[in-house]
């Protein structure tokens, strides 16, 4: 797994319209970088629409947000229009950037073991530094507090750690 505050490793491959996004032209803004398994699955489509829906917010916190699975960008271009999606999706098909960012894994479910992408979101800062993991991620989990049901949501979770972040940087 790679580190808070080691360099994000470089990247540059195709978003759902073939143009090349390259890390280091990102450089000097936020950007959360989320890996995920496959386009059109109910998780995925959550975590999308999720960060579709508050892409306004991570604008005004001068960040990028950047979803990154195997697809190819035509199965991106699909995704975006069934479910009108405002975010960016780069294609990585050969999993090079997924190797890089130690996502793609040996996976089990249902007693079977395959490779596949392992849900991760990292927080990249201005300067190119990984500044937030989290691994596993669940995008939706469902709390209890005192007999009152919440549903937390992993998009929440991300900006609220951005805006920390970032306060923390402009005190410092």
């Known amino acids: 797994m790679l580190e808070i505050n080691s360099k994000a490793p470089e990247f540059c491959i195709p978003n759902q319209d073939d143009v090349e ?5 990102l450089k000097g803004k936020w950007i959360v970088l989320y890996f995920y398994p496959r386009d059109n699955t109910p ?4 975590e999308a629409c999720d ?3 508050k892409i306004e ?3 005004d916190l001068d960040a990028v947000v950047l979803g990154v699975s195997p697809d190819s960008p035509k199965k991106h271009r699909n995704f975006i229009a069934k479910q009108n999606l405002d975010i960016t999706l780069l294609a990585d ?6 190797e890089l960012y130690k996502v793609w894994q040996l996976k089990k479910f249902m ?4 490779m596949g992408v392992v ?3 990292f927080l990249i800062n201005p300067d190119g530094q990984i500044a ?5 991620v669940s995008v939706r989990k469902n709390k209890t507090v005192k007999g009152e049901k919440f549903q937390i949501l992993h998009v929440d979770e991300v900006k609220k750690t951005l805006e920390e972040l970032q306060k923390e940087q402009n005190n410092g």
């Open 119 to 121: 849900r991760t979101t």
């Open 57 to 59: 917010h991570f604008e």
């Open 132 to 136: 937030h993991i989290w691994g596993k």
């Open 93 to 98: 098909e050969e999993k090079v950037v997924c």
């Open 111 to 114: 007693g079977r073991e395959s």
């Open 51 to 53: 960060f579709t829906e």
């Open 21 to 25: 996004i390259c890390l280091r032209d």
């Open 43 to 46: 998780g995925c489509t959550n």
